[in-house]
């Protein structure tokens, strides 16, 4: 993936540009606002990471304009503002998700991987397949190995929202927002306990997983 | 109508009418007065010039005989005014005078006596005579030939001075009411339309709108007076709104980069995948405390936020028992593994215009709350129920559960920030949980209270139905 991030942090902009590139990504890094518009908008990108707060030219105000250009790449935005309606207002800018700081690698890397998918064409897939195990969008059915499984409505979201993001790792926060429409951080690890649940009606009995967790990020299923 | 009752509740209004009061007695006092004395010295006056007249009338029967004194009474008698004359013999007989109706009691001793009588007037335009009632004060004198004198004063024009005083009295002060109430009305409908756009602007302010202030007129004024040093104290208000939000924009940003920065170093450690076990087990022990680090301060940020007020735009139209239902099924399972049921009892569509994400994380603190203390009950499995209840113009969402409960004292103090009783130190948690869900319940203009569930704990967020 080629990606933009508008960092006024050099320090905390290294760190990722070098995070980025151990995961394999090319990183182009403008440190201000008027410098960063000109290089979204000269350039072509899979995402832009774009902090809010940055000098010469605001965040949001470069999402705009962007927006204003007709330029679709994928925006994350990154704040150290604890606004209640930070959020809202970000993503009303033109933003594609948001990250408040201080974020775990991890939580960034498994979002701007999503964002860049989501921009690539196949959205609209009626069913998901993975492995032996076949999710249909509209009858709202799920079998695996030709066996049906009974969900729950949350609990076939839940599976929906793996299975369009197969391969990919989605992080518990990104669950709890896009599966319960929830932007908070809850003390207890409930994700964890709905996870376990879909994990014993999807795998039990098979003898390949689907359901994985991966260590210090989050979940991903995958055959 | 209710107009006219709120321009009645005015102090203006009042003052005025209590002025009209006090002024209305005091004029009639003075009046009252004005028309005694004044009488009172007329009479001495009438009297004097009765006496007056009458020595010299004497004096005139003395030296010049009764022929000089009739033409002296007849002379006086045709004087136009109010003198009152009669000269007549014992026998009842008038003499001279302009009375003819004498009455006998008048004339029968001496001194003063007064009557109603008839008075011959002046020739009219039509040649008959035109007569008027009197009433008179007279003297009547024995003279020393037998004659009787009576010289008097009509006192009906006395009667008509007082009858002018009180007519001017009647004008006076009924002009005087009527204008005054005009002048109280019109003076307090003023006051009131400047103190009503000061409670507009207040109600504003307090809506959120902080660069909102009080017009202030050229006029120059007690209310521009007042306007312009409430403008001042709203002007600090929101210079130190603006410094916290400063402090608080700034602290995040200062203490959060740092905060990052430490992460990320743990975070890429730990992707190097020659560190020994023990590291990594330590790495990732600084990343969960960094985290609840983190997490606290989040809290803290958004007490703050909460408790400073939000822009009205934030506010949106909320289905609270769907929402309490999300909740109460986000935690189910959670529930049920510690051994407990939730139990959600949400109605139908109970609406109210609020802040989403900020009610949910007080309903979750609640709920995780009630988790954490439900379990240890001695009263059987653990039990949480989440309620919303309507009642008139408010909606009450409860969360309860069989706990061991929190002592009376103890619950107003557990509200405060980092307030842990002694009995939960050794449970996880920052101690900012129910001082949030009380930010939030304030900042939807609802109020927050613990109450005893026999056994347990409810909880009880309180709030307006329309905000």
Redesign the interface.
């Known amino acids: 993936m080629k990606i933009l991030l508008i960092e006024d942090d050099r320090e905390a902009a290294s760190y990722l540009i070098q995070a980025l590139d151990e995961a394999g990504h090319v990183t182009h890094h403008a440190s201000d606002g008027e410098t960063g518009f000109a290089m979204a908008s000269g350039m072509e990108y899979d995402v832009l990471i774009v902090d809010r707060m940055l000098p010469r030219r605001d965040g949001l105000s470069i999402v705009e304009s962007l927006r204003a250009e007709d330029n679709r790449t994928p925006v994350l935005i990154l704040s150290a503002l604890g606004e209640v309606d930070d959020r809202v207002t970000g993503l009303r800018a033109g933003g594609d998700d948001y990250l408040a700081k201080p974020y775990a690698f991890t939580e960034l890397l498994a979002r701007i991987e999503v964002l860049a998918r989501r921009s690539s064409p196949g959205e609209a897939a009626t069913s998901y397949q993975v492995g032996d195990l076949n999710l249909d969008r509209l009858s709202r059915k799920v079998e695996r190995a030709g066996e049906a499984i009974l969900l729950q409505p949350r609990e076939f979201r839940l599976l929906e929202y793996l299975m369009k993001h197969a391969g990919q790792v989605v992080t518990r926060t990104m669950l709890l927002e896009n599966v319960w429409d929830y932007h908070f951080d809850p003390q207890t690890n409930v994700i964890d306990v709905h996870m376990s649940r879909l994990r014993s009606k999807i795998d039990k009995g098979h003898a390949t997983p689907l359901l994985h967790t991966i260590r210090g990020a989050g979940y991903m299923i995958r055959d | 109508m209710t107009s006219i009752g709120r321009i009645w509740r005015t102090s203006t209004v009042r003052l005025t009418a209590l002025f009209i009061l006090i002024f209305v007695v005091f004029s009639i006092a003075l009046l009252a007065y004005m028309a005694w004395q004044s009488s009172l010295a007329i009479q001495r006056q009438q009297t004097a010039s009765i006496q007056r007249e009458t020595a010299i009338l004497m004096r005139v029967n003395d030296q010049q005989g009764i022929r000089a004194l009739i033409y002296s009474v007849q002379r006086l008698s045709a004087r136009p005014g109010p003198g009152i004359y009669y000269l007549g013999d014992q026998l009842g007989q008038m003499l001279a005078g302009n009375v003819s109706d004498m009455p006998a009691h008048a004339l029968q001793q001496s001194g003063y006596s007064s009557f109603s009588y008839t008075r011959p007037g002046a020739l009219d335009s039509n040649g008959s005579e035109e007569n008027t009632e009197g009433f008179a004060l007279v003297q009547t004198t024995f003279l020393n030939n037998g004659l009787r004198l009576v010289v008097g004063r009509d006192i009906i024009e006395r009667r008509g001075y007082s009858a002018i005083i009180f007519g001017g009295f009647l004008f006076g002060v009924g002009g005087i009411i009527v204008l005054s109430a005009i002048a109280g009305g019109l003076t307090a409908m003023r006051v009131l339309r400047r103190i009503d756009t000061i409670t507009a602007t207040s109600t504003k302010i307090m809506s959120g709108n902080l660069s909102e202030r009080v017009p202030v007129t050229p006029r120059d004024d007690e209310f521009d007076r007042l306007a312009t040093s409430l403008n001042a104290m709203l002007d600090r208000i929101e210079q130190l709104m603006k410094g916290l939000k400063e402090v ?2 700034n602290v ?2 200062d203490l ?2 740092p ?3 430490m ?3 743990a ?2 450690a ?2 190097d995948e020659s560190a020994h076990e023990s590291q990594r087990t330590a790495l ?1 022990a600084t ?1 969960a405390e ?2 609840q680090l ?2 606290t301060f ?1 809290a803290l ?2 007490i703050a ?2 408790e400073a007020g ?2 009205s ?2 506010f949106s139209d909320l289905d609270l028992s769907a929402a309490v239902a ?1 909740v109460a ?3 189910g ?2 529930a049920e ?1 510690a051994g407990m049921a939730i139990e959600a009892d949400a109605g139908e569509g109970i609406r109210i215009s609020a ?1 989403r ?2 009610i ?2 007080a309903l ?1 603190n609640l709920v ?1 709350n009630a ?1 954490k203390y439900a379990q240890r009950s001695a009263s059987g499995p653990g039990r949480i129920t989440l309620k919303v209840r309507e009642e008139t113009g408010r909606v009450l969402i409860e969360v309860a559960d069989n706990g061991p409960g929190i002592p009376e004292d103890e619950r107003a103090r557990v509200v405060e920030r980092f307030v842990r009783l002694e009995k939960s130190r050794t449970e ?2 920052s101690g900012l949980g129910l001082s949030l869900v009380a930010a939030v319940a304030h900042l939807h203009r609802g109020t927050f209270r613990l109450e005893d569930n026999h056994p347990g704990v409810r909880a009880i967020i309180d709030l307006p139905r329309s905000i």
């Open positions: 608080t924009d995040a940003h959060k980069t905060l990052t920065r992460r990320n170093k975070e890429a730990l992707r990732e990343i960094s985290d983190i997490r989040n940020l958004m936020r909460a939000a822009p735009g934030a999300d099924e986000l935690y399972p959670v593994d802040i994400e900020l949910g994380q979750v995780e988790i996880p948690g």
